[in-house]
């Protein structure tokens, strides 16, 4: 799996979009960029995931470069709920294992 | 959606006792899943994939005698930790991949959260 590199942590304002990027310039061409969240203290949760075009679901939009060597994940209006360390990870897909970087710690402030 | 479900979901025991922690795909098949340790304010470390009907693969590092997995079933995979120590306390998470769903994505149980005194 290609390595990623994500800031450790960053801030948002409550009802406002929170965009968390991440680099993986040694991404292979079939590996897909996919999002998972940790809060506190209980198993991640699936986000979203991509290979080219760029992606929304009901949880977060994905951006990816043309040159997919970096990605954006954005949650439109973040919540509380939202604070959470989010894993950006390049992978093969959903039967491969996962090789979880530092993440990125959000908080999301009232 | 899909659910996975581990058992228990916090264990204390004594050092030198061995602990089993459960994980179950509650409504799909699951050939294959995978358990991860977390130590606090790090990141979910790989310990190993375990492969129903066959023997698990171990990550580099990982004791294959002291974690030993038994994945019997297409929905059962357990995690036993052999002659625990205090060092072997943390929070063990499983996944397990549900390719036939309507996502491409890991389903990840609630954790177990083991402390060895």
């Known amino acids: 799996d290609a390595k990623t590199t994500q800031p450790t942590s960053m801030d948002c304002a409550e009802g406002r979009a929170a965009n968390l990027p991440c680099n993986h310039s040694t991404i292979s061409g079939n590996e897909y960029v996919y999002w998972y969240r940790q809060i506190h203290s209980q198993g991640p949760q699936y986000i979203i995931h991509g290979l080219k075009n760029n992606e929304t679901n009901e949880m977060a939009s994905l951006i990816i470069t043309e040159d997919r060597k970096s990605s954006t994940l954005i949650l439109p209006h973040a919540t509380l709920r939202d604070t959470a360390v989010y894993y950006c990870i390049a992978t093969g897909g959903a039967t491969n294992k996962l090789i979880f970087g530092t993440g990125t710690l959000l908080a999301v402030q009232p | 959606g899909a659910v996975v479900s581990q058992h228990p979901s916090r264990v204390i025991c004594k050092s030198g006792t061995s602990v089993k922690i459960e994980c179950r795909s509650l409504d799909f098949q699951a050939t294959t899943m995978f358990w991860y340790r977390q130590f606090p304010k790090q990141s979910l470390m790989l310990m190993a994939t375990?492969?129903?009907?066959?023997?698990?693969?171990?990550e580099q590092g990982v004791e294959k005698d002291k974690f030993l997995i038994n994945h019997a079933s297409l929905t059962l995979s357990t995690l036993t930790v052999t002659s625990a120590h205090p060092e072997d306390s943390s929070f063990y998470i499983c996944?397990?991949?549900?390719?036939?769903?309507?996502?491409?994505?890991?389903?990840f149980g609630p954790g177990t959260r083991l402390t060895v005194t």
């Open positions: 996944s397990a991949p549900n390719p036939t769903g309507s996502r491409d994505e890991q389903y």
């Open positions: 375990s492969n129903e009907g066959s023997k698990a693969t171990y």
